[in-house]
């Protein structure tokens, strides 16, 4: 069955530090991956998401992510972090089938120290 | 419209009560899903829609769950006698095309916070 895991619950950092959020899959084919964030109160916001070709893929308020078949991996990652930054992140697969729909991960809350 | 709609945003129920909970997709999107969300979880798949018809309700947790969206466009979650255990956040996403697939991009609504007394 498909899956997906964030082995870190919760993960605090210092504002302008560096940032790595680990994602592992379970997924038969090529998997379709997404990282979303939501903030209190807030619906899920897509921050960018790999279908195929180059493995570092970018996206909004400038995260990016690198897909590694190897290692089932799919690591959200961002150089700088901003105090704004604070909010719960998801990574998700797709299902390419019928429906399209998606497995979450549990979620990992990100605390930025001022 | 400019994006996923839910109503209520909140929703307080008594146990054993009916509640109905409303999703505006993106207009002109044709799937819809529900997705169940409960502290400090992932959301979690309910069912799918395309257009009008379900084509998956095997995330329902049981038969006092029913979704519907007669017009291929607004949809209802509802949810007979609540019990405890549905309280939860209800998030309703929407994407332009159907099934799954390079396009298969999924916007979400803020969600519904459902809480059973």
């Known amino acids: 069955a498909q899956s997906v895991t964030q082995p870190d619950i919760h993960i605090t950092v210092s504002e302008g530090a560096s940032l790595e959020l680990r994602c592992n899959y379970s997924y038969g084919a090529t998997p379709y991956l997404f990282w979303y964030v939501q903030s209190p109160g807030q619906g899920l916001q897509l921050l960018l998401k790999?279908?195929?070709?180059?493995?570092l893929v970018q996206g909004i308020k400038g995260f990016e992510a690198e897909f590694k078949r190897s290692q089932s991996s799919f690591n959200l990652r961002k150089p700088s972090v901003h105090w704004s930054d604070a909010a719960e992140y998801f990574c998700a697969v797709g299902e390419a089938g019928n429906t399209g729909k998606l497995i979450f991960g549990q979620g990992t809350t990100l605390q930025v120290k001022p | 419209g400019a994006g996923v709609s839910q109503s209520p945003r909140y929703k307080v129920a008594k146990r054993g009560q009916d509640v109905a909970l409303r999703c505006d997709p993106i207009?002109?999107?044709?799937?819809l899903f529900w997705y169940q969300q409960a502290l400090g979880q992932g959301p979690e798949f309910l069912t799918y829609f395309q257009n009008e018809a379900q084509l998956d309700k095997s995330g329902l947790p049981s038969d006092r769950f029913f979704a519907e969206r007669p017009e291929g466009s607004v949809s209802t979650l509802k949810i007979q006698r609540t019990q405890q255990e549905d309280s939860a956040v209800y998030l309703c996403?929407?994407?332009?095309?159907?099934?799954?697939?390079?396009?298969?991009?999924?916007?979400f609504g803020a969600g519904t916070r459902l809480s059973v007394l």
């Open positions: 996403a929407s994407s332009r095309t159907a099934g799954g697939g390079v396009w298969n991009i999924q916007y």
């Open positions: 207009s002109g999107h044709v799937s």
């Open positions: 790999y279908f195929s070709g180059d493995t």
